[in-house]
């Protein structure tokens, strides 16, 4: 068997398809779900919480090279070369993480509750 007709059996596999539809679906879950956060979520969060903009909440560990700080934004930290610690970036990551893993439960949950169960094993004898 050729190699190509080796790959194109193994590509045709139903597993392997629907994994691939898998990763693509779940590539464009997690953008909508990150949009979902940064968007929806985190700015009322940070309204609540004095105004903060998780975007740029961040520690300067070492001020840059070519701009001495404060910095107004990240941005401007990341452009002057300083060292952060970019915790508003951390916190949204937890979040979009939290809600992509509950989804991921309830798909799980769901796909168990119409899955029939498995036959039990009959005793020996």
């Known amino acids: 068997?050729?190699?190509?007709?080796?790959?194109?059996?193994?590509?045709?596999?139903?597993?392997?398809?629907?994994?691939?539809?898998?990763?693509?679906?779940?590539a464009e879950f997690g953008k909508i779900v990150n949009s979902l956060v940064n968007d929806v979520i985190m700015p009322p969060i940070g309204l609540i919480i004095g105004g903060i903009d998780f975007k740029n909440l961040f520690i300067t560990l070492k001020e840059g090279a070519s701009v001495v700080g404060p910095y107004a934004t990240l941005a401007d930290a990341q452009k002057a070369g300083a060292v952060t610690i970019n915790v508003g970036l951390f916190v949204t990551s937890i979040i979009s993480f939290t809600i992509i893993a509950f989804a991921v439960f309830l798909l799980v949950k769901s796909f168990n509750k119409i899955r029939p169960e498995p036959a039990a094993p009959k005793p020996a004898p």
């Open 1 to 26: 068997m050729s190699i190509m007709s080796e790959f194109k059996e193994f590509a045709m596999k139903g597993n392997v398809l629907d994994l691939a539809v898998g990763l693509i679906i779940g």
